[in-house]
């Protein structure tokens, strides 16, 4: 802590996201108070937030609300206010229908407009002003994801006694996509304000070296960046950190007595089919949703599944709701199941429940234990953490994943059925010898995933990216998982 009068403040850890990591709760007596969100990062960082003197900065999720800082679950929380136009240029403008886009393989076409970019550097700014005002000398500032690539530069200007570092969830593009960008240099320069730069992926962090050395003039030597600054050279190192899962809460919920009789009376409510399949997404086009209905109705379509003998679940959780592709895939989704249900549904049985909600860790957890597939069919994902939590979920060590080789997952959960989810054929044989896996097979391919995720818990994640930052650029940037 510092001194009073100092120009400094008193916060030695600070983690900067675009969201705070706490909702709002509805009070019964009309008030409302905060919860912390369902999301691993919160959980791997409170630990860490409670042992240091810890600040959290971002923004309360909705336009207009101007917040003082408050305490909460033994952490400091900053909140940064949005306007209308900064939730629509920045937030559902650049970040979400340029960056997201451009980032995962142009799936949607990218948008490029400048107004967006202005209030990208405005709020970016504004974050980076904020974190300046509240860390104590010498502080550590994790900046995360691609809302805020500009915060590590911005911050660094304003103060170089920092060290910061930065970690993004999704996936770094290859060059020839990067380069479309109109602000591509800009960006670059923005993250290698950071001591080191955390990816999911080797092949991302490799993407982002690969766009270092084609738009700017800095030298790399291996993994590390060199900057050349008044006082002498600095460097910025990059390297793979795969995320995980908190798997000490997962483990916990798919032992208690109530979640297990809620998976029983899912699978029950759907007139205990022989194979409940399922499928958990944020309801976006990344996700590959639409190339797994397809492959199902077909399956239907051949009769090799019947609705008497299969339920499929998709729990596709709403997101970015006013972003234009999202609606457009909504309708598209929506279409196609109701296409399917219309076709192949009797009185008794639906081919898909298809529901348009979120709901708490304990649902999902039941959901996870009640299903005998689980469909993680990405077209790209920076990691996908559904496939993690289906296995830590899976205690009785059955249960098949057929997950997309496009997912960050895949790296890890190598015996998983594999697919590429473009391969719609290939994607109905997966399906189907998930459907028909022998339970000495099952149990075998579950066995080694679940070493694999037990193992690596968000909390080595968060751990090994921190030490790293700690150990300065002599260390090695890698977060490999054990
Ligand atoms: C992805 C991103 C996160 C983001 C989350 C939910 O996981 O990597 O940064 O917070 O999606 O999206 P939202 O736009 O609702 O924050």
């Given at each position: 802590a510092e001194p009073e009068?100092?120009?400094?403040?008193?916060?030695d850890f600070i983690v900067v996201s675009n969201r705070l990591p706490v909702d709002r709760v509805q009070e019964d007596d009309g008030g409302t108070s905060w919860r912390r969100s369902p999301g691993g990062l919160v959980t791997a960082l409170a630990p860490v937030m409670a042992k240091t003197d810890g600040a959290w900065i971002g923004?309360?999720?909705?336009?207009?609300e101007v917040l003082d800082p408050f305490d909460h679950d033994d952490m400091r929380l900053v909140p940064i206010p949005m306007s209308d136009d900064d939730v629509e240029l920045?937030?559902?403008?650049?970040?979400?229908?340029?960056?997201w886009p451009l980032y995962h393989d142009v799936i949607a076409p990218p948008e490029f407009h400048r107004a967006w970019w202005e209030c990208y550097k405005r709020v970016n700014q504004r974050f980076a002003d904020a974190t300046a005002k509240v860390a104590a000398d010498g502080a550590t500032v994790w900046v995360q994801d691609?809302?805020?690539?500009l915060v590590p530069k911005l911050l660094r200007e304003l103060r170089p006694d920092l060290k910061i570092g930065f970690f993004n969830h999704i996936p770094f593009p290859p060059l020839e996509i990067f380069?479309?960008?109109?602000?591509r240099r800009q960006v670059i320069e923005g993250l290698l304000g950071a001591d080191l730069l955390g990816f999911q992926r080797p092949s991302d962090s490799s993407n982002f070296l690969r766009c270092v050395r084609r738009f700017t003039g800095h030298p790399i030597k291996s993994q590390h960046v060199n900057i050349k600054t008044e006082s002498g050279t600095r460097i910025c190192r990059a390297g793979a950190f795969p995320i995980s899962i908190d798997v000490a809460q997962i483990n916990e919920l798919a032992n208690r007595p109530d979640v297990i009789e809620r998976a029983r009376q899912i699978r029950e409510e759907l007139g205990n089919p022989k194979t409940v399949l399922l499928g958990v997404d944020r309801?976006?086009?990344?996700?590959g949703i639409g190339h797994r209905i397809k492959a199902y109705g077909e399956l239907l379509e051949d009769g090799q599944v019947t609705v008497e003998d299969a339920a499929l679940i998709q729990v596709a959780s709403p997101s970015r709701e006013r972003v234009e592709s999202y609606r457009l895939l909504r309708e598209e989704i929506e279409a196609s199941v109701g296409r399917i249900n219309g076709t192949y549904d009797t009185l008794s049985n639906t081919a898909i429940r298809y529901l348009h909600h979120s709901y708490p860790k304990e649902e999902m957890v039941a959901l996870y234990l009640a299903a005998d597939v689980m469909l993680v069919?990405?077209?790209?994902?920076?990691?996908?953490?559904v496939a993690k939590e289906y296995v830590a979920s899976r205690t009785g060590v059955n249960g098949a994943l057929v997950l997309s080789?496009?997912?960050?997952a895949a790296d890890h959960l190598k015996?998983?059925?594999?697919?590429?989810?473009?391969?719609i054929d290939g994607l109905k044989d997966a399906v189907m010898r998930a459907i028909n896996i022998s339970p000495g097979e099952a149990t075998r391919r579950m066995r080694t995933m679940r070493r694999q995720v037990l193992q690596n818990d968000v909390e080595h994640w968060s751990q090994s990216f921190l030490r790293a930052l700690q150990a300065g650029?002599?260390?090695?940037?890698e977060g490999e998982d054990r």
């Open positions: 009068g100092s120009d400094y403040g008193q916060y923004w309360p999720g909705s336009a207009n920045y937030y559902e403008g650049f970040s979400n229908a340029t960056l691609y809302q805020l690539q380069a479309q960008l109109p602000w309801l976006d086009y990344t996700k069919t990405a077209l790209r994902d920076g990691m996908n953490l080789e496009f997912a960050g015996q998983a059925l594999l697919v590429n989810p473009h391969d650029p002599g260390a090695e940037a």
